[in-house]
C-alpha cells in the first residue's frame, strides 16, 4: 500500500473529466486503479515533452536520420488509369526503416519512456511491424523490450517474429481468448499493472486509455504534415481526399491529423470486411457499437451481452474488433467516411498496385488501395487524392501466395521434384545408394528426421494447399485461412520462444 | 460476503485462474442476467452480503438502468468495477445509488494521495484495497510491512469499512492480514478449489474462515 513515488504534481488533479482526453463521447481512461496513476503520469509528461524543443529536436533528428524522413509522395503513374481517374499521390511510409508507418510512434514513445526513467519496454503487436518496430526502437537505445503477440499470429506472420528476436526482444505467444491482436493487448495490460514502476507500456495505434490516442496521433502526425506540404509544394492545392486504411487507426489518424481543419479536404478511412458482413469480418465502424474497451470508449465489435467478438481481416493488421476513439468521434461529427474492403478486394488490390506501379504494398494498405474507385467514383475524374501506403508487403508473402498465387507453390514443388531426381541420381553416381535426403530451408533432413519434418508440415512438400488434407478445393473462394505448414510455428516452437 | 463475478470476455485486471473461470463460463453459456438470477436463489436462502464483480463493458451494455434495478431486486448489494475508476464511475454509480445498492471503489499500492481522497469519496460500503502492484492470483507477501503500513494509511484517511484482496489464498494469510483491515477477499484460490469439487470448496473456505477468528 505504499505510494510509489511519485514523481510531481500529485496535487494536480490529473484527471477531472475535461482532462480525460475525450474526444466526443469518446476516449477516456478506462483502467484498473493500479495503472491510473501511470496513466496520469503520461497524460502529464507527455504534453510538457511534445512542448520541449529539445525532446521534439531528438525525436525529428531520429525520424530524419535513422528511419529516412521524410518520406517521399510519389505520384502513381499507371495507377489511376486502373480506378478510374484521379491524380493519385501515394505518401510512402512503407519506404521508413522496418517497412511501416508504425516506427514513428515507436522512436517517440520510447524516448519518453527515457524521459520518464522507465527502464524496460513492452508492446503488443498484430501483424509484427509494431513489434517489429518497437524492438527496433529498444536495440536503437539499448532497453529490454518485450512483445507480446497472440499465438494465431506467431505463425500467421512468423517472418516477423524472427526480426522481433534478432533484434534482442523476448517474444511472448498469447494463446488466452482468441489468440490475436486484442488478446496480445490484454496480455501486455497485465504485463504492465505488475511492472508499471520501471516499464512503459508503447501501445502500437491510436487506441488505449488517453493519453495514447492523442500520442500517437501526435507521433504519427509527421506522415500528414509531410503530406500536407508536398502536396501543396506539387502542385499548388490542397488534396480533395485523404484516404488510409484503419486498424486501430494510427496511420490514418496521422494523415487526416493535418487534413482535419481543412473543411475541403475529405478524410476516408477504410476498415477490413474480411470475409463480407455476413461472415467473420473486422468492420468496427459498420457493425459496431458503443463500448468500453481496452481502456477506452469507443466502438466495438461485440455481443449483445458485451462480451468481444473475434475480428477476422486476412491483414493481421486490421484484425482488432475495436478503434481508436478519436475515428468514432469523427465518424459520428460526420468529417470522415468510412468504408469496407473484404480480404479478397484486398488481395486484388495487393496485385493491381503491384503490377501498375511497382510497389508492393502491406495488405493492410491493400484496404486502403482498394478503396479507390469508390473515391473517385464520388469525388470525379479529376479528384486530387492522397492514399497512405502504410507498409510494404514484404511480411505478407506467405499469405499472399498461398492465397493469390498457388502457382508458386506449383513451380516450388516442381523445382523441388527436380533438384531430389537430380541428387538422387549424383548420389547413385557416386555410389551413396539408398538414403533418401530432403533439403528444408537449407538443412538435410536424413531419413528418420524427414519422417518427422513431414508429420509435422503435413505434407511432402512442408506445405499445405487448399485442397490438401482431404478439402475439397472450392473454385472461386478463397480458401480459409490455410497457410504453409512450414511458415507456422509448431506448439514446441512457442514454448521454446 | 459473496463477490460474484460477471464473466467479461477480456479481464485485464485477471490473472489467469480467474481469466480461465470466466472464459469456462461464457463458453457455457454464462450471462448476467443468469448471475443476477443466481444472486437472487443465494439471497432466498443465505443473510450474507452479496457483491456484483464485473468489468464495465458487460454490465453498461445492459443497461445502467436496468442493471441497478434486476441487481437491487435480486437482493444484491453492491457493484464492484474494476475498470472504472472514479473519474468514470458516474455512469454505473448514479443509478446504483439511487437504487440502494453501494460503490465498491479500489484503492492499489500505486495510489497517489490525490487519487485514494477521490476514490474514497466515491466508495459506499466498503473500500477493497488492493494488496498488491499485480493481477489477481499473483504471490502475496501478506505479512508485507508495506503492506501493512499502507492499510494503516488508508485506515487513517477513511471510516470505511477496509476489505483487502489479491493473492490470498490460505488461512495463514487471512490471519497475517486480520489485524490490518475489516476483510479478505479470496478469488483465484476459491476458483482453484471449486474445480476440485464442492467438498474442496466447503473445505477450503472453513480452513480461511478459521483464519478470521482469533487463536
Ligand atoms: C502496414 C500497416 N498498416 C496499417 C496497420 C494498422 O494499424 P493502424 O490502423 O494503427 O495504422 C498496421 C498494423 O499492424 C500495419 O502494419
Redesign the pocket.
Known amino acids: 500500500m505504499t505510494a510509489a513515488p511519485h514523481s510531481e504534481d500529485d496535487n494536480l488533479p490529473g484527471g477531472p473529466p475535461e482532462l480525460l482526453g475525450e474526444f466526443g463521447e469518446f476516449g477516456g481512461r478506462y483502467v484498473a486503479e493500479t495503472l491510473m496513476p501511470a496513466v496520469e503520469e503520461l497524460a502529464r509528461a507527455w504534453p510538457k515533452a511534445w512542448a520541449d524543443y529539445t525532446f521534439v529536436d531528438e525525436y525529428r533528428a531520429i525520424l530524419r536520420d535513422y528511419v529516412g524522413r521524410p518520406t517521399p509522395l510519389t505520384e502513381a503513374r499507371r495507377l489511376p488509369e486502373a480506378v478510374g481517374g484521379g491524380r493519385i499521390f501515394l505518401k510512402r511510409?512503407?519506404l521508413n526503416h522496418t517497412?511501416?508507418?508504425?516506427i514513428n510512434n515507436c522512436i517517440g514513445q520510447v524516448l519518453l519512456a527515457r524521459r520518464l526513467g522507465k527502464t524496460r519496454i513492452i508492446a503488443e503487436?498484430?501483424?509484427?511491424?509494431?513489434g517489429v518496430a518497437t524492438a527496433t526502437a529498444c536495440a536503437y537505445f539499448g532497453m529490454p523490450c518485450t512483445v507480446y503477440m497472440g499465438a494465431e499470429d506467431v505463425s500467421r506472420q512468423a517472418l516477423n517474429v524472427v526480426r522481433m528476436r534478432l533484434l534482442g526482444a523476448e517474444v511472448r505467444p498469447v494463446t488466452s481468448g482468441s489468440a490475436t491482436?486484442k488478446d496480445a493487448i490484454n496480455a501486455a495490460l497485465r504485463d504492465w499493472v505488475a511492472s508499471v514502476a520501471d516499464t512503459h507500456y508503447v501501445i502500437?495505434?491510436?487506441?488505449g486509455p488517453d493519453p495514447y490516442p492523442l500520442m500517437?496521433r501526435e507521433l504519427?502526425r509527421v506522415i500528414g504534415d509531410e503530406a500536407r506540404a508536398q502536396i501543396l509544394d506539387r502542385i499548388g492545392r490542397l488534396p480533395d481526399a485523404a484516404v488510409?486504411?484503419?486498424?486501430?487507426?494510427?496511420?490514418?489518424?496521422?494523415l487526416f491529423a493535418a487534413f482535419v481543419p481543412d473543411a475541403d479536404v475529405k478524410l476516408f478511412g477504410v476498415e477490413a470486411t474480411g470475409e463480407g458482413l455476413q461472415g467473420r469480418h473486422a468492420a468496427t465502424m459498420a457493425k459496431g457499437r458503443i463500448g468500453v474497451f481496452h481502456g477506452m470508449r469507443s466502438l466495438v465489435l461485440q455481443t449483445d451481452d458485451g462480451q468481444l467478438l473475434e475480428a477476422h481481416s486476412i491483414?493481421?493488421?486490421?484484425d482488432?474488433p475495436g478503434?481508436?476513439p478519436e475515428h468514432a468521434h469523427l465518424h459520428a461529427t460526420g468529417r470522415a467516411r468510412y468504408l469496407g474492403i473484404s480480404d479478397r478486394e484486398a488481395l486484388a488490390a495487393t496485385e493491381l498496385l503491384a503490377r501498375t506501379e511497382g510497389i508492393i504494398?502491406?495488405?493492410?494498405?491493400a484496404h486502403a488501395i482498394a478503396a479507390l474507385p469508390a473515391v473517385i467514383r464520388e469525388l470525379g475524374p479529376e479528384a486530387v487524392v492522397i492514399v497512405?501506403v502504410?507498409?510494404?508487403g514484404d511480411?505478407d508473402m506467405h499469405t499472399v501466395m498461398t492465397h493469390l498465387d498457388p502457382a508458386t507453390l506449383t513451380l516450388i514443388e516442381e523445382a523441388e521434384r527436380g533438384r531430389k531426381a537430380a541428387r538422387a541420381a549424383h548420389q547413385a553416381a557416386a555410389g551413396h545408394g539408398g538414403e533418401e535426403a530432403l533439403i528444408v530451408d537449407g538443412h538435410e533432413l536424413r531419413a528418420e528426421g524427414k519422417e518427422e519434418h513431414e508429420r509435422r508440415s503435413g505434407s511432402r512438400d512442408g506445405c499445405v494447399r487448399p485442397g490438401a488434407r482431404g478439402e475439397p478445393r472450392r473454385p472461386g473462394r478463397l480458401p480459409d485461412r490455410v497457410r504453409p505448414r512450414s511458415q507456422r510455428l509448431a506448439r514446441a516452437d512457442l514454448r521454446r520462444l | 460476503m459473496l463477490e460474484l463475478g460477471v464473466p467479461f470476455s477480456d479481464p485485464t485486471a485477471d490473472g489467469p485462474t480467474i481469466q480461465a473461470a470466466m472464459t469456462r463460463a461464457l463458453a457455457s453459456g454464462a450471462t448476467l442476467s443468469g448471475a443476477l438470477a443466481l444472486a437472487a436463489e443465494v439471497r432466498r436462502r443465505f443473510e450474507l452480503p452479496i457483491v456484483l464483480f464485473s468489468y464495465a463493458n458487460p454490465l453498461i451494455s445492459y443497461g445502467p438502468e436496468r442493471l441497478s434495478r434486476e441487481t437491487a431486486e435480486a437482493g444484491a448489494d453492491a457493484l464492484l468495477v474494476v475498470d472504472l475508476p472514479p473519474e468514470h464511475a458516474e455512469v454505473l454509480r448514479g443509478p446504483a445509488s439511487a437504487r440502494g445498492l453501494g460503490w465498491v471503489g479500489l484503492v492499489a499500492p500505486t495510489t497517489t494521495p490525490a487519487r485514494r481522497a477521490r476514490v474514497l469519496a466515491a466508495s459506499s460500503g466498503f473500500v477493497y484495497a488492493v494488496s498488491l502492484t499485480g493481477v489477481t492470483g499473483a504471490p502475496l507477501d501478506p505479512s508485507d510491512p508495506a503492506l501493512h503500513a499502507g492499510l494503516a494509511t488508508l485506515r487513517g484517511a477513511s471510516s470505511l469499512p477496509i476489505v483487502v484482496g489479491f493473492g490470498v489464498r490460505k488461512a495463514e494469510d487471512v490471519r497475517a492480514l486480520a489485524g490490518h483491515a475489516d476483510g479478505v477477499v479470496v478469488g483465484s484460490a476459491l476458483v482453484e478449489a471449486g474445480q476440485r469439487g464442492p467438498a474442496a470448496l466447503g473445505e477450503l473456505v472453513k480452513s480461511l474462515r478459521g483464519g478470521t477468528l482469533r487463536a
Open positions: 511510409e512503407d517497412g511501416a508507418h508504425k503487436t498484430g501483424a509484427g511491424q509494431h491482436l502500437g495505434s491510436v487506441m500517437v504519427q488510409a486504411c484503419v486498424g486501430g487507426g494510427s496511420n490514418a489518424m496521422g491483414s493481421a493488421g486490421l482488432y478503434i481508436g504494398p502491406a495488405l493492410e494498405t497512405n502504410s507498409g510494404r511480411k
